[in-house]
């Protein structure tokens, strides 16, 4: 085990030989385990038993503009990992106030969630340029969408008619897309949709369309 | 305008006469209004325009169990304000960790959100005892659902058949409900539901529900 968890279980948990614990790889695999020693440089456990959980036929790569206020997307990440998010990419868009984000910090907290939440899936964070992210985009097969403020479209997100696969969503900063930006989603077949009928912050937006995509699994 | 918002706008914003606010009065009506006079102690404005935000044809009463860690209930107050929950209930369960909640404070930090979101309607707050609670909603015509943990249930709160008006959706504690508590739900008529396959915490259930509430207006 690593020296932070091993610690954890020496230190903070105070266990013992012959204790039970729960391991997951963040990729699908859940173990229960019984721990053969229990040392603050490396605990040893050993297997009893393995689960593995399937991967969601619907699955969300969520794009998120960095919001000015680091902690909203700390709490955003942390909610992803519950709701069962695939990816996180933090894109860097022409009206983004927030052009940087700790990876290894967000990664930090995206695990102590998984641990938490004993599920079996960690989300892959990534951060991006705008331009860059839809050029990379071009080549998966993702269903993709962009949620913005306009008022003309009606099209809600919750009506989409999602298929199995990926599902890419992106969301945009406070001073929501550029002109420029909304065309280059549009030439590059996004779909424009509506969450709900009132204007949400960028983290409220990104959660609101995780709950969507969560409520078709 | 109040003190506190009267010494908001003379100190903080250092506003001036002729500086353009908006008011609202968190049951519909959103103004526009041009500040008369800027004191500490009173500011004075005269409303300029005034527009009326009809309530939502299908309106949430959402009922939860207050979590231990008061926070996660600070925060789903300010995200339920912008996804438009019409009243909150605080539901102290069997099971519950914490059985008080500061009203006072939970009110305040709504009125921040509906500033912050510029929205027109703000949740009622209140809070009860579970069994006072069942009692006093079988009076009400409220479409009444309570979402737990029971694996062999699989209907899902999204595919419900809502109709216009208010649907009640109960969420409970870390513990879940009591059988006692889940056997009174369902003699009062409560559809059982689940909130996606996933177990979630407390305030990330209830947030589930508002999202897919918030979805069909």
């Not at 997307?73 to 990419?89: D, F, P, S, Y």
């Not at 479209?153 to 909304?182: H, K, M, Y």
Request: charged share 30%; proline share 4%; aromatic share 6%.
């Amino acid at each position: 085990m690593s020296p932070d968890d091993s610690r954890h279980c020496a230190k903070a948990l105070r266990m013992r030989p012959g204790d039970a614990i729960r391991l997951t790889d963040g990729a699908g695999t859940l173990a229960d385990a019984s721990l053969l020693s229990v040392a603050p440089d490396g605990c040893v456990a050993e297997v009893t038993a393995r689960r593995e959980v399937p991967p969601r036929t619907l699955r969300l790569h969520l794009a998120v503009a960095p919001t000015k206020n680091a902690d909203r997307m700390e709490w955003l990440v942390e909610k992803t990992v519950e709701l069962g998010v695939e990816r996180i990419t933090f894109v860097v868009c022409e009206h983004s106030e927030r052009r940087r984000i700790d990876l290894d910090r967000m990664h930090r907290l995206a695990v102590a969630a998984l641990k938490q939440s004993q599920t079996a899936w960690l989300p892959e964070l990534q951060m991006a340029d705008f331009k860059d992210f839809i050029a990379e985009q071009a080549a998966t097969d993702a269903a993709r969408y962009v949620a913005w403020c306009d008022d003309d479209n009606t099209r809600q997100f919750a009506d989409a008619d999602f298929a199995a696969g990926t599902v890419l969503l992106l969301i945009g900063p406070e001073g929501d897309f550029s002109p420029v930006e909304i065309d280059l989603c549009r030439t590059h077949g996004y779909v424009e949709v509506k969450l709900g009928s009132r204007r949400l912050r960028t983290e409220t937006a990104a959660l609101f369309g995780c709950v969507i995509v969560a409520s078709h699994n």
